[in-house]
């Protein structure tokens, strides 16, 4: 449904298909107490989760590692004045079996920065939230 603003919500299925769309988003997290937000690149996992790879050293590791973070990615077409953005909010955690540690080796996302000591970073799609923004002019009858 579109709202007065040009807004359209988008439902679950919808914003888990844009965010396999697209390479890289933002973690937002908590940092000294305050929000921080850092551009990365992901994956989506089967399960829906959000997953990021960095180095077991990261200051991202110790500060998201058990705690609620949001997710955030989006695309937008300045010349349609269009486009969309998807929030993911849940649990943060780093993933310790070793077994899954191996399959997201191999199928998990790829860092974009060399990485020593590969750890990931999954984060439950407890939450999944979207909007569309439409240009009313092109819209309005």
Do not use: K
């Amino acid at each position: 449904m579109l709202t007065n603003d040009g807004f359209r919500s988008l439902d679950r299925p919808e914003c888990l298909r844009l965010l396999a769309e697209v390479p890289v988003g933002r973690v937002v997290y908590t940092r000294q107490a305050l929000p921080a937000v850092l551009p990365v690149n992901f994956a989506l996992d089967p399960d829906s989760s959000v997953l990021l790879r960095t180095s077991a050293g990261s200051d991202l590791v110790r500060a998201v590692d058990g705690v609620v973070v949001a997710f955030e990615a989006d695309a937008f077409d300045a010349r349609s004045r269009s486009g969309w953005s998807v929030v993911v909010t849940g649990q943060a955690g780093v993933v310790t079996d070793p077994a899954e540690h191996e399959r997201l080796l191999r199928t998990g996302p790829h860092s974009w920065m060399p990485i020593r000591d590969d750890v990931f970073i999954r984060i439950e799609s407890a939450m999944v939230t979207g909007r569309e923004l439409v240009d009313l002019r092109t819209t309005a009858g």
